[in-house]
């Protein structure tokens, strides 16, 4: 019995060093590698506590939906899914009404991410033969990014939600 309770309590202080995060140092190699947890890569903040993000901190399905103007148009509305890969390339297909007019269609794009996690977005449209711009913040661990367009003549704001 006390085997066991000592078993079971050299797992959970391994564990709890894992989900924290332990650097291990292998002398044999010249390079030394680093073993981090998921738990400790979504908690990755700055010394003033702010979280930092990457490229992976945008990553799989996401619902959008946003609303605004484009000059000479009138209104804009749309809604669909994107995929974001964590390596900087999305797609997505779209339901969008342009001054009145429904259609749908696709896109891809790349994406950045800086480190205080904003990132920028350029899509592709191929249906109509030109690329959008745009800007956004991660918030909430990665499940929600806020965006706005930053085209000339173009004022959207909308929001991408993780599903």
Do not use: H, W
Not at 52 to 64: E, N, P
Not at 78 to 87: C, K, L, R
């Amino acid at each position: 019995m006390k085997t066991a309770i000592r078993t079971l309590c050299l797992i959970i202080f391994l564990v709890t060093l894992f989900l924290i995060g332990v650097n291990v140092e292998d002398s044999s190699q010249d390079s030394n590698r680093s073993f981090i947890s998921t738990a400790q890569a979504k908690d990755n903040k700055d010394s003033a506590g702010c979280r930092r993000c990457t490229l992976a901190s945008l990553k799989g399905c996401y619902g959008y939906s946003y609303t605004g103007t484009v000059q000479g148009f009138g209104s804009i509305a749309a809604v669909g899914p994107i995929n974001f890969d964590g390596e900087g390339n999305t797609s997505a297909t779209y339901s969008v009404n342009l001054g009145g007019t429904n259609f749908q269609g696709s896109f891809t794009g790349t994406y950045t991410v800086n480190d205080d996690c904003t990132g920028t977005i350029t899509i592709n449209l191929p249906r109509l033969g030109i690329s959008s711009n745009g800007r956004f913040v991660i918030v909430e661990e990665g499940k929600e990014a806020p965006f706005m367009g930053t085209d000339p003549g173009v004022t959207v704001t909308g929001l991408a939600r993780k599903l």
